[in-house]
T-cell receptor
Framework: KAGVTQTPRYLIKTRGQQVTLSCSPISGHRSVSWYQQTPGQGLQFLFEYFSETQRNKGNFPGRFSGRQFSNSRSEMNVSTLELGDSALYLC?????????FGPGTRLTVL | GENVEQHPSTLSVQEGDSAVIKCTYSDSASNYFPWYKQELGKRPQLIIDIRSNVGEKKDQRIAVTLNKTAKHFSLHITETQPEDSAVYFCAASPSTASKLTFGTGTRLQVTL
């Protein structure tokens, strides 16, 4: 099976802009979770989607949002970007067992 | 919510020695405990996981132990090799496909 894919791999944005990241899960995986990884805060859970519904949510402001499509692909959006949003954004997908991570999208906010 | 503490933050061992990384968690509802290895510039990769109905699990040179009463779990790597050098993360979750709460990571360096 093909692994988890994320696009784009790298993004550079300026403060105030918005960004949309995409995650395509392993075939058959219906759960998609998003994580933010930074040197200071480590790996932090953003949200999880299952069957197009948000099932869990972390402690991030409302500027961070997501959605899931009927084919289980997921997108996350960050509006009004701040310098502190610079991070590696990872998605992880799961059937009913282990979570498998994608390669991540490296977002730099200038 | 869940809080996971991980120690040590850095660990240096000589090739062939054993390495032990320890984690504690706070939420007694957590029942799934995976360990991920992340090499520089790469994605986290699962190396072993354990569920609350099991006290120990082993896979070749890697083993994990879980003490639910004390709320701690540990990763043991025996006969370490240079390719074991990476950052290791523990995590805890109330189920196998929901929110993972991660520890802060342990940078393991295996020296020749």
């Amino acid at each position: 099976k093909a692994g988890v894919t994320q696009t784009p791999r790298y993004l550079i944005k300026t403060r105030g802009q918005q960004v949309t990241l995409s995650c395509s899960p392993i075939s058959g995986h219906r759960s998609v979770s998003w994580y933010q990884q930074t040197p200071g805060q480590g790996l932090q859970f953003l949200f999880e989607y299952f069957s197009e519904t948000q099932r869990n949510k972390g402690n991030f402001p409302g500027r961070f949002s997501g959605r899931q499509f009927s084919n289980s692909r997921s997108e996350m959006n960050v509006s009004t970007l701040e310098l502190g949003d610079s991070a590696l954004y990872l998605c992880a997908t799961s059937a009913s067992d282990t979570q498998y991570f994608g390669p991540g999208t490296r977002l730099t906010v200038l | 919510g869940e809080n996971v503490e991980q120690h040590p933050s850095t660990l240096s061992v000589q090739e062939g020695d054993s390495a032990v990384i320890k984690c504690t968690y706070s939420d007694s509802a957590s029942n799934y405990f995976p360990w991920y290895k992340q090499e520089l510039g790469k994605r986290p990769q699962l190396i072993i996981d354990i569920r609350s109905n099991v006290g120990e699990k082993k896979d070749q040179r890697i083993a994990v132990t879980l003490n639910k009463t004390a709320k701690h779990f540990s990763l043991h790597i025996t006969e370490t090799q240079p390719e074991d050098s990476a950052v290791y993360f523990c995590a805890a979750s109330p189920s196998t496909a929901s929110k993972l709460t991660f520890g802060t990571g342990t940078r393991l360096q295996v020296t020749l």
